[in-house]
C-alpha cells in the first residue's frame, strides 16, 4: 500500500489547514487509518486514528476538539481537518494503515504498517 499525504503549509496561529493522504490500494476500507506528527528534535507522536468503516474515530488529547479525521472509502482518502493551530502543532504529519481485522482504531505506532512521506506543517505564532 502506498500512502501519498497532501495539505501541509505555512499558516498563523488560530488559522485551519486540512491533510489528505490517498491510499494506492483498493481495498482501502480493510484499513483503520491514523495521522501521526513529528515535531523537530521530537518523538513520532499519535494524533488521530479512524476505523475502517469510519464509525469511530480517536484523538490524542491535544487535539481534541481542534481537529477531526475523516475518511472516503470510495476515494481511497483519509483526511485531517485541523482548526485553531497553534505553534506547537508543527511537524512532519504522516498517515498511516494498521490492517488489523478490527473495527478498533489505536494509538499504538507498532500496529500501522503502511506510511506515508509526511507533509510538513508549520503554526507560526
Keep these: 500500500v502506498q500512502l501519498q499525504a497532501s495539505g501541509g503549509g505555512l499558516v498563523q496561529a488560530?488559522?485551519?489547514l486540512r491533510l489528505s493522504c490517498v491510499a494506492s490500494e483498493r481495498a482501502f476500507s480493510d484499513f483503520n487509518m491514523g495521522?501521526?506528527?513529528q515535531a523537530p528534535g521530537k518523538e513520532r507522536e499519535f494524533v488521530a486514528a479512524i476505523s475502517r468503516s469510519?464509525?469511530?474515530s480517536y484523538y490524542a488529547d491535544s487535539?481534541?476538539?481542534r481537529f477531526t479525521i475523516s475518511r472516503d472509502n470510495a476515494k481511497n482518502t483519509v483526511y485531517?481537518?485541523?482548526n485553531s493551530?497553534?505553534?506547537e502543532d508543527t511537524?512532519?504529519?504522516?498517515?498511516?494503515?494498521d490492517q488489523r481485522f478490527t473495527e478498533r482504531p489505536t494509538a499504538v505506532m507498532t500496529a500501522y504498517v503502511y506510511w506515508g512521506q509526511g507533509t510538513l506543517v508549520?503554526?507560526?505564532s
Design 35 to 37: 495521522w501521526f506528527r
Design 80 to 82: 485531517l481537518q485541523m
Design 63 to 65: 487535539v481534541k476538539g
Design 54 to 56: 469510519g464509525g469511530r
Design 14 to 16: 488560530g488559522d485551519s
Design 91 to 97: 511537524a512532519v504529519y504522516y498517515c498511516a494503515a
Design 122 to 124: 508549520t503554526v507560526s
Design 85 to 87: 493551530l497553534k505553534p
